[in-house]
Nanobody
Framework: QVQLVESGGGSVQAGDSLRLSCAVSGLRFGGSTIAWFRQGPGKEHEFVATIPYTNKPTYGDPVKGRFTISRDNAKNTVSLQMNNLRPEDTALYLC?????????????????WGKGTQVTVSS
């Protein structure tokens, strides 16, 4: 059974940093692609970043230059370092996975999802 568990969310001020983690189990991590999406209040899911097993990430335009995704294949975890946070980054951040290579930015391209961790940024 594939499980994704997010952690690291919280409430911060604009300009602060947070580091999210996604622990993955039940999936051949070394051949997988792991992504982060977010869902703000009353909004659709928004692509944040993805990192396939090639370790070459792709970012959504709103977070480029501020967020960094990385993976640790030894620990089966993916991290999202978020710097210079803005109020518009406030959302539920969800980790998603698929068992092969993709650079997909759409939710339908990922078959496994965590429950999310809340990030709230105040001005």
């Amino acid at each position: 059974q594939v499980q994704l568990v997010e952690s690291g969310g919280g409430s911060v001020q604009a300009g602060d940093s947070l580091r999210l983690s996604c622990a993955v189990s039940g999936l051949r991590f070394g051949g997988s692609t792991i992504a982060w999406f977010r869902q703000g209040p009353g909004k659709e899911h928004e692509f944040v970043a993805t990192i396939p097993y090639t370790n070459k990430p792709t970012y959504g335009d709103p977070v480029k230059g501020r967020f960094t995704i990385s993976r640790d294949n030894a620990k089966n975890t993916v991290s999202l370092q978020m710097n210079n946070l803005r109020p518009e980054d406030t959302a539920l951040y969800l980790c998603a996975a698929r068992g092969d290579y993709t650079l997909g930015t759409r939710t339908g391209e990922y078959g496994f999802w965590g429950k999310g961790t809340q990030v709230t940024v105040s001005s």
